[in-house]
């Protein structure tokens, strides 16, 4: 059941969340879901070249522009509960500081799943990295031994990766495949609150259009017109072997 899930979405920079997962985050909300996304970044170096044309540019200021598009996007998509980290993009490293960070906001949160990068994205490097900062900070979450300001520690949970811009090149092979078809004109309109990335909503909408007509075709329902679709870290529990419930 959707409505008593717990949503925990980590992206390296302010709108990776919304390229590649806003059709399930509204898909999640509207049926009651709780949704929080965490941004490790703004992606304020290698993901903001538009607003760099300005002359007198600051850091300050693109910080600024990209974290109101996030929360421009978030009230789009009914999401209550948006951080941006300022660690420094282009140059994402995994710390202690940001484990240790993540490790509390997991058991803070404690999350039914969590959706965040997949291992490989040739776009950019630093989502290879969230990738591994989300995976090592879960099993902190997981670790009672491990001291975390008297938060609880949490059970293992599922992690979704997300589809590279570019799948081919990053040896991306989805897993699952979610139907955010009834939810797509709020992706769109949330995708449009990026304004400093005007590529993306080619980009993700022509992979989703095109997941979609896989998806259709695959379970025989054809009123799937769009999907996006995740990788699974590691293998699922189930009480009995899954059908296409679309
Ligand atoms: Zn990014």
Redesign the pocket.
């Known amino acids: 059941m959707i409505s008593d899930k717990r949503v925990l979405v980590v992206?390296?920079?302010s709108?990776?969340w919304v390229w590649r997962s806003s059709g399930a985050i509204a898909k999640y909300t509207a049926n009651g879901a709780q949704v929080f996304v965490v941004c490790l970044t703004f992606?304020a170096r290698?993901?903001s070249s538009a607003l760099w044309k300005t002359e007198g540019q600051t850091f300050e200021n693109v910080k600024k522009i990209r974290y109101q598009e996030a929360q421009d996007a978030a009230a789009v998509l009914g999401v209550t509960n948006l951080e941006m980290w300022d660690f420094d993009?282009c140059m994402l490293e995994i710390s202690p500081e940001i484990l240790q960070r993540l490790n509390e906001k997991i058991r803070e949160v404690k999350p039914s799943l969590i959706i965040t990068h997949d291992t490989v994205d040739t776009?950019?490097r630093?989502?290879g990295i969230a990738h591994e900062i989300v995976v090592r900070a879960s099993i902190m979450a997981a670790q009672p031994g491990i001291p975390s300001d008297g938060l609880k520690s949490t059970k293992t949970v599922p992690i979704f990766g997300f589809e590279a811009s570019e799948p081919e090149r990053s040896g991306f092979v989805p897993d699952v495949y979610l139907d955010i078809t009834d939810f797509y004109s709020k992706k769109e309109e949330a995708m449009k609150c990026i304004k400093t990335q005007t590529e993306g909503p080619f980009i993700h909408g022509r992979l989703n259009t095109h997941r979609g007509w896989q998806a259709a075709r695959m379970s025989g329902n054809k009123n799937i017109k769009y999907v996006e679709v995740f990788r699974v870290h590691d293998p699922i529990v189930v009480n009995e072997l899954p059908v296409h419930d679309v």
Do not use: L, P, R, Y
Request: hydrophobic share 15%; aromatic share 0%; net charge negative.
């Open positions: 992206g390296a920079h709108a990776d992606g290698g993901e993009d776009t950019n630093d989502h």
